[in-house]
Structures are given as C-alpha cells and as structure tokens.
C-alpha cells in the first residue's frame, strides 16, 4: 500500500484555490445585497444572498461607477466573475468584476433610493437653479456625435436663431458612459476665456429614447453632481417626454425631447423681428394719440379765455406805463440826491476851519497839537502859524530874566520864516 504524501496547511489551501478558479473561472451570480463594508483601501466587501444560502464577496477599488454603484443594501444584482478562496480563514468568496441591478424593479428601487438621498442633499432645490439666457452666443452639447440626436439640435437652432454650437462627443450608453457625460460638463465649465473654443453660455445634454437600462448612465450619481456644480445653465433632453432621468431634477431646465432643448435655448428670429415691428407700432400710435389728446386740451384752454391777445397786449401796456414811471421816479430822486448833496457840502464847508482862517484868523501848533493861549506858546522856541493861503514858521526871542512886569504880548520877540502851503 503506498503512503499519502504529507501535505502542508497553505499546499492544500493553494490547491483548493486552484481547483475551485479552475472550475468557477467565469460565473454569474443572481442574490440579495447584504452586510456592505466599504474599506479605507477602497475594496468594498459584502454578501449575495438568497433565501437558503449566503455567498462572501469583494470588489477591488478600481472597479467602475456602475458596478460600485449597483452594490446598495438590499438591491438584488446579477454579478459577474470569478470564485476563489480566501486561504486565511478557509472560506471561499466570489471576486466581483461587474455587477448591475437585475431586472426593472431592482432598478427603480436603486433609482428611488438614490433620489430621495440627493434631493435631501439639497441637489434638486429650485434655488439653487439658474436662468437660461435669452439669446446665448455659443450653445454646448454633449451627446452622441452619431444619430438624429445632434441633427435635430442642430437643424432646430438653425431654424429659429442660428448660433454656435460647440458639440462634445460622448458615450450615451453602457460601460463608461456616465463618467464621460460628468467629463463633458466639467470640461465646458473649465474652458478658459478668450481661447481659440469659446466657453459656452448654456449646455444641452441629450439622447434618443430607450428603456430604462439604456438610460441609466443619466442616473449616475457623478451626471447629478456634476451637472449641480456647473457653473453653466444646463438644459437636459433624455429619452422622450415621458422619460425621466436624475439629470432632469438636477437640470436647471427640462426639456421633453432634444427638439424640445432646442427651441428652449433660443427663441425665434422672425417672431422676435415681428414683435418689435408691433412694438415699434403701438409707440408711434401711443406718441401720436398722447400729442392729439395733448392739442385738443390745449384748443380747449386756449378757448375759455375771452381774447388772449388782448390780455397780453394790455399786460405790456402795464409793463410800459410802469417802467415809463419808474423812469421819472429815479430822475427825480437823483434831483432831490444831488440837491441835499450840495447842502450839505455848503454846511460842512461853512463849518471847516478853512473857512475862519479866510477872515483873517491864523491857526498856532507846534509838530504835536494845537496852542489856544499865549501862555501855552510861550512855552515851545518854535512854533507854525497856518494862514488859509499857506504856513509861517516861527522862533521865539528868550526874554530876559531879570525883566519883570512886563505885558505878555511885548515878550514875544520873533523872527519868522514863510513857509510854502
């Protein structure tokens, strides 16, 4: 009998991993989420369930938005991969390559779940919405760069208004698809100015119709954040009227179709040329009924006066009879100015000095003040004797000083010196 060769604990455990990949290399497997733990390195564990049986398993990070996003609790999905062991605790777990929901109604159930979870985030307020422009300059669009989609746009905006249109090309389904919309949005909000591709006033994203799967990378929760934090209007067109997508709540206008955008980001030319010939109309009317009713009124207040042109002729005959008169009152009160001038210019001349010193009287002083007696002139050497026709200078003899009794005026021995007036 040959002997069993020994093996060690991690021999069997590789041999088990190998055996059981090789067997289950490539599986799809139907469960119920359940237990979700999402590490710091990014892996995100959890567990597929039914009602008899529960399955480990892993996604790595890397992974796309799509399947990490499919990976809610309580979801049933369809994942695809591979199964393998985990030889440190001796269990086996399935490697996660893709996962989506499985069926409609696991689809609608994610969809609720992530609505109700952005809308509480604030991402569907009306607030937070901006106005579209009138009339933009450049118009964004981001879809398929293949099919009627970019056609009708196109056709529609030539149409009403034609402007620029500045297409970003993108995938509108499947794998990939909702991170190259969110890509899109971000790069028209990134454009710098005055460069050769214009940043665009407003933004369309748009496709066709098509079931729910088809439109689910609108869902995507990095299309709702994305199309949130555009600094750029956003008009969405997904699927047709009765479609409904996350992008539309979070969209600062909705449109039914992508026809339907069009018309929304410009209005029509002719129309817009139309109402400005009405409105050019209805103000010539409103000036021309305003200056009607304007003369009528003034017809009707010229007639309540008796004779208009007699009123004011007879107001400048006022006017000249007042200032015929004003004319005479100021003659007469410069006559009466000048008489009293004169008067009082004879006064003021009868009472000047000048006036006395002309009957012979003289006006004594010495360089400081006027002398009025003998004994004050006595008493200053030299002395200034003002005539009304010019000035003496005087020098007063000393008297002796032994002579007594003496008559004042015989003291006053002088020499004098004319002076020019």
């Given at each position: 009998?040959?002997e069993?060769?020994?093996l060690?604990?991690?021999?069997i455990?590789?041999?088990?991993?190998?055996?059981?990949?090789?067997?289950?290399?490539?599986i799809?497997?139907?469960?119920?989420?359940?237990?979700?733990?999402?590490?710091?390195?990014?892996h995100?564990?959890?567990?597929?369930?039914?009602?008899?049986?529960?399955?480990?398993?892993?996604?790595w990070?890397?992974?796309?938005?799509?399947?990490?996003s499919?990976?809610?609790?309580?979801?049933?999905?369809?994942?695809?991969?591979k199964?393998?062991?985990?030889?440190?605790?001796?269990?086996?777990?399935?490697i996660?390559?893709?996962?989506?929901?499985a069926?409609?109604?696991?689809?609608?159930?994610?969809?609720?779940?992530?609505?109700?979870r952005l809308e509480k985030?604030?991402?569907?307020?009306?607030?937070h919405?901006?106005?579209?422009?009138?009339?933009?300059?450049?118009?964004?669009?981001?879809?398929?760069?293949?099919?009627a989609?970019?056609?009708?746009?196109?056709?529609?905006?030539?149409?009403?208004?034609?402007?620029?249109?500045?297409?970003?090309?993108?995938?509108?389904?499947?794998?990939?698809?909702?991170?190259q919309?969110?890509?899109?949005?971000?790069?028209?909000?990134?454009?710098?100015?005055?460069?050769?591709?214009?940043?665009?006033?407003?933004l369309?994203v748009?496709?066709?119709?098509?079931?729910?799967?088809?439109?689910?990378?609108?869902n995507?929760?990095?299309?709702?954040?994305a199309?949130?934090?555009?600094?750029i209007?956003?008009?969405?067109?997904?699927?047709h009227?009765?479609d409904?997508?996350?992008?539309?709540?979070v969209?600062d206008?909705?449109?039914?179709?992508?026809?339907?955008?069009?018309e929304?980001?410009v209005?029509?030319?002719?129309?817009l040329?139309?109402l400005?010939i009405?409105?050019?109309?209805?103000?010539?009317t409103?000036?021309?009924?305003?200056?009607?009713?304007?003369?009528?009124?003034?017809?009707?207040?010229?007639?309540a006066?008796?004779?208009?042109?007699?009123i004011?002729?007879?107001?400048i005959?006022?006017?000249?009879?007042?200032?015929?008169?004003?004319?005479?009152?100021?003659?007469?009160?410069?006559?009466?100015?000048?008489?009293?001038?004169?008067?009082?210019?004879?006064?003021?001349?009868?009472?000047?000095?000048?006036?006395?010193?002309k009957?012979?009287?003289?006006?004594?002083s010495?360089?400081?003040?006027i002398?009025?007696?003998?004994k004050q002139a006595s008493?200053?050497?030299?002395l200034?004797?003002?005539?009304?026709?010019?000035?003496?200078?005087?020098?007063?003899?000393?008297?002796?000083?032994?002579?007594?009794?003496?008559?004042?005026?015989?003291q006053?021995?002088?020499w004098?010196?004319?002076?020019?007036?």
């Open positions: 009998m040959t069993q060769p020994i060690s604990v991690t021999e455990s590789l041999s088990l991993k190998a055996c059981v990949e090789q067997v289950f290399g490539n799809r497997v139907r469960g119920e989420v359940s237990d979700i733990k999402r590490a710091t390195s990014g995100i564990y959890f567990s597929l369930k039914d009602k008899d049986s529960v399955l480990s398993a892993i996604c990070r890397g992974k796309s938005a799509a399947t990490t499919a990976i809610q609790e309580g979801l049933e999905i369809i994942c695809s991969g199964l393998s062991t985990y030889p440190g605790r001796s269990n086996y777990q399935m996660i390559e893709t996962a989506e929901p069926g409609v109604g696991a689809l609608l159930k994610l969809l609720q779940e992530r609505k109700e985030e604030g991402l569907f307020d009306p607030m919405k901006k106005t579209i422009p009138f009339l933009p300059e450049v118009i964004g669009v981001i879809t398929s760069p293949t099919g989609v970019i056609r009708d746009i196109i056709h529609r905006i030539s149409d009403r208004f034609p402007r620029r249109i500045i297409l970003w090309p993108v995938a509108v389904q499947g794998e990939g698809a909702a991170e919309i969110a890509a899109a949005i971000k790069g028209f909000n990134n454009l710098p100015a005055n460069k050769k591709i214009p940043k665009p006033d407003v369309i748009a496709r066709g119709g098509g079931s729910l799967e088809d439109l689910w990378c609108f995507e929760e990095c299309v709702a954040r199309t949130y934090e555009s600094e209007p956003i008009i969405s067109a997904v699927g009227e009765t409904t997508t996350l992008i539309d709540y969209a206008l909705r449109a039914p179709t992508p026809t339907g955008a069009a929304k980001a209005p029509v030319r002719l129309e040329n139309n400005l009405e409105k050019e109309n209805l103000l010539k409103t000036l021309i009924r305003n200056l009607t009713e304007k003369r009528l009124r003034l017809s009707s207040i010229t007639q006066f008796p004779n208009l042109n007699e004011i002729q007879y107001i005959q006022k006017l000249d009879d007042k200032t015929e008169r004003l004319h005479y009152a100021f003659k007469m009160l410069l006559y009466h100015r000048t008489e009293s001038f004169k008067n009082l210019n004879r006064l003021l001349e009868s009472y000047s000095y000048h006036s006395i010193l009957r012979g009287f003289a006006l004594v010495n360089q400081k003040q002398l009025t007696s003998a008493k200053f050497p030299h200034t004797l003002s005539f009304f026709d010019g000035k003496i200078n005087v020098n007063q003899l000393k008297i002796n000083k032994n002579s007594t009794k003496q008559d004042p005026d015989e006053l021995n002088f004098s010196t004319p002076q020019k007036k």
